[in-house]
């Protein structure tokens, strides 16, 4: 099974950009589609933006669609999750996932997670 490690969270302010990195090993990156979620304090965790294997195919949230983009390099086994013009909503521990379906939006979808990289938005 793929092992996925997130990196890249920190606190910004609202309006920021920010960059989030999910470094892959143990398992062929490119045999999975992959996904972002996020959970906020006291709430559940949510989709965020999903990716296809080659990266051609993505999808988004309607709550980011516009602001996020998602992308992949295979070679480096690594996905991205750019993000522009941050909310203070928006702070939350971020996850990357991978599954074998592609443009999943349902956790269950997934069978493999990272630890998590937490965003602060200051606002």
């Known amino acids: 099974q793929v092992q996925l490690v997130e990196s890249g969270g920190r606190l910004v302010q609202a309006g920021d950009s920010l960059k989030l990195s999910c470094a892959a090993s143990?398992?062929?990156?490119?045999?999975?589609?992959m996904g972002w979620f996020r959970q906020a304090p006291s709430k559940e965790r949510e989709f965020v933006a999903a990716?296809?294997?080659?990266?051609?195919?993505?999808f988004y949230a309607d709550s980011v669609n516009g602001r996020f983009t998602v992308s992949r390099d295979n070679a480096k086994s690594t996905l991205y999750l750019q993000m522009n013009n941050l909310e203070g909503k928006e702070s939350a521990d971020y996850y990357c996932?991978?599954?074998?379906?592609?443009?999943?939006?349902?956790?269950?979808?997934?069978?493999?997670w990272g630890p998590g990289t937490r965003v602060t938005v200051s606002s």
């Open positions: 996932a991978a599954s074998v379906r592609v443009n999943a939006t349902m956790q269950s979808c997934y069978d493999a």
């Open positions: 143990g398992h062929p990156f490119s045999n999975y589609a």
């Open positions: 990716i296809g294997w080659s990266g051609e195919s993505t």
